[in-house]
Nanobody, 123 residues
Framework: QVQLVESGGGLVQAGGSLRLSCAAS????????MGWFRQAPGPEREFVAAISWSGYSTYYGDFVKGRFTISRDNAKNAVYLQMNSLNPEDKAVYRC????????????????WGQGTQVTVSS
């Protein structure tokens, strides 16, 4: 079992930045690809970013357009999402997720979910 806990969300003005963190415990963190999803009010989740267990490969949703960067530190059992140039459309609950591979994660074949951290962007 893996437990994931997000932090770093909050309120930011349009054009500002936030850095989200996801701390993992339980099974070996480096055995999993990691990623981020977001969910605005409503039932649908949107893929944001993913990173392979080695950190060699990264993937981003089309809306990111170079604004976000995903990274991981296996020694610290943590994954991060640096978000720049935020706009009001980025407002959502951001959740980290773990899967055996990056391709499975991108397809939302998820083994473990965090509970999420709220990001709010004011205009």
């Amino acid at each position: 079992q893996v437990q994931l806990v997000e932090s770093g969300g909050g309120l930011v003005q349009a054009g500002g930045s936030l850095r989200l963190s996801c701390a993992a415990s339980g099974r070996t963190f480096s055995s999993y690809a990691m990623g981020w999803f977001r969910q605005a009010p409503g039932p649908e989740r949107e893929f944001v970013a993913a990173i392979s267990w080695s950190g060699y490969s990264t993937y981003y949703g089309d809306f990111v357009k170079g604004r976000f960067t995903i990274s991981r530190d296996n020694a610290k059992n943590a994954v991060y999402l640096q978000m720049n140039s935020l706009n009001p459309e980025d407002k959502a609950v951001y959740r980290c997720a773990a899967a055996p591979t990056s391709s499975e994660l991108e397809k939302e074949i998820i083994h473990y979910w965090g509970q999420g951290t709220q990001v709010t962007v004011s205009s």
